[in-house]
């Protein structure tokens, strides 16, 4: 088990107990990526957390497949979909660079509070592209810290040895825009509540 594992075990239970941090901003997230949606889409959520945000969006297509790098994450979700009688979300421990799935398969992926926390950004938004299907959606909320918390990437490395937390990438909003583009997205939607908060991205595959 590596460190941020270890560090998103420890923390799951509390998490998933935290309430939204901003829920005006979430909402409206939820909002408008439901308008991408329609009953026949097959989603992906990477980095799914405890699976509150599949869960919430599970009415509205008809399958998603929720990966999570901790185990304890992919339980409280698992128990959260069990309790509310949610049959069309599949939860799997997993990270992306395991997982399986068929170039141009899918119809959405979210990556939420996901791509800064990876050490091959990249590579990811690439494998992601691949699995979309023509005119797909990548919709990402990622925080930016080289917007205005630059000095945060000689720290970051220290938490992490430390197991204080996880691995955290500093890179800024146009880096973010120019990783996307230069995999082959045109973004489609970007909002951004206001400065130093996540940014919120519908990415588009060419059709």
């Given at each position: 088990m590596d460190q941020s594992t270890?560090?998103?075990d420890k923390i799951a239970e509390s998490y998933s107990k935290k309430p939204v941090a901003d829920e005006a901003a979430y909402q409206k997230k939820l909002k408008v990526t439901r308008q991408y949606f329609d009953p026949d889409m097959v989603v992906l959520?990477?980095?799914c957390g405890t699976?509150?945000?599949?869960?919430?969006?599970a009415p509205y297509v008809k399958h998603i497949?929720?990966?999570d790098l901790s185990s304890k994450m992919i339980e409280i979700a698992q128990g959260k979909a069990d309790a509310e009688n949610v049959e069309n979300v599949v939860f799997e421990?997993?990270?992306i660079d395991e997982l399986n799935v068929r170039d141009q398969t899918l119809d959405a992926?979210?990556?939420l509070s996901i791509l800064h926390l990876l050490e091959n950004k990249e590579e990811v938004i690439a494998k992601v592209h691949k699995m979309l299907k023509p005119s797909g959606i990548f919709v990402t909320s990622t925080?930016?810290?080289?917007?205005?918390?630059?000095?945060f990437k000689y720290i970051s490395p220290i938490g992490k040895f430390l197991g204080l937390m996880p691995l955290l990438k500093v890179f800024t909003t146009k880096e973010?825009?120019?990783?996307?583009?230069?995999?082959?997205?045109?973004?489609?939607?970007?909002?951004?509540?206001?400065k130093g908060k996540a940014v919120f991205i519908v990415a588009k595959k060419a059709a």
């Open positions: 270890n560090y998103l959520e990477i980095g699976g509150s945000t599949a869960i919430t969006h497949q929720a990966i421990r997993s990270t992926v979210l990556g925080t930016c810290l080289g917007d205005s918390m630059r000095f973010l825009e120019s990783s996307l583009t230069n995999a082959g997205f045109e973004i489609d939607y970007q909002w951004q509540p206001s």
